[in-house]
Nanobody, 117 residues
Framework: QVQLVESGGGSVQAGGSLRLSCAAS????????MGWYRQAPGKQRELVAV???????NYVDSVKGRFTISRDNAKNTVYLQMNSLKPEDTAVYYC???????????WGKGTLVTVSS
């Protein structure tokens, strides 16, 4: 079992910045990837950014150049630095961890990011 606790959401004006954090606890030794997804009202949940244990990263095209995912393995924490935020970034952001050989998904409860124009 892996527990994920997010923090750092909030409200910001367009062009502003926020940093999300996600701390993992439990069976953390077997975490393969950690990442962030988001779900806007009326839309499906989508991958925003993911980081592997080895440090490889991947981003959805809409956030490339604006968002940066980083991972502190010593603290079992993954961060999402979000710059130049746009109203279309408004969503609930969920932390995700994929664990074990089967890449079982674990989720945080989500944190709301609201970007006003």
């Amino acid at each position: 079992q892996v527990q994920l606790v997010e923090s750092g959401g909030g409200s910001v004006q367009a062009g502003g910045s926020l940093r999300l954090s996600c701390a993992a606890s439990g069976s953390i030794f077997n975490i393969r990837t950690m990442g962030w997804y988001r779900q806007a009202p009326g839309k499906q949940r989508e991958l925003v950014a993911v980081s592997t244990r080895g440090g490889d990263t991947n981003y959805v095209d809409s956030v490339k150049g604006r968002f940066t995912i980083s991972r502190d393995n010593a603290k079992n924490t993954v961060y999402l630095q979000m710059n130049s935020l746009k109203p279309e970034d408004t969503a609930v952001y969920y932390c995700n961890a994929r664990v074990g050989v089967s890449y079982m998904d674990y989720w945080g409860k989500g944190t709301l990011v609201t970007v006003s124009s």
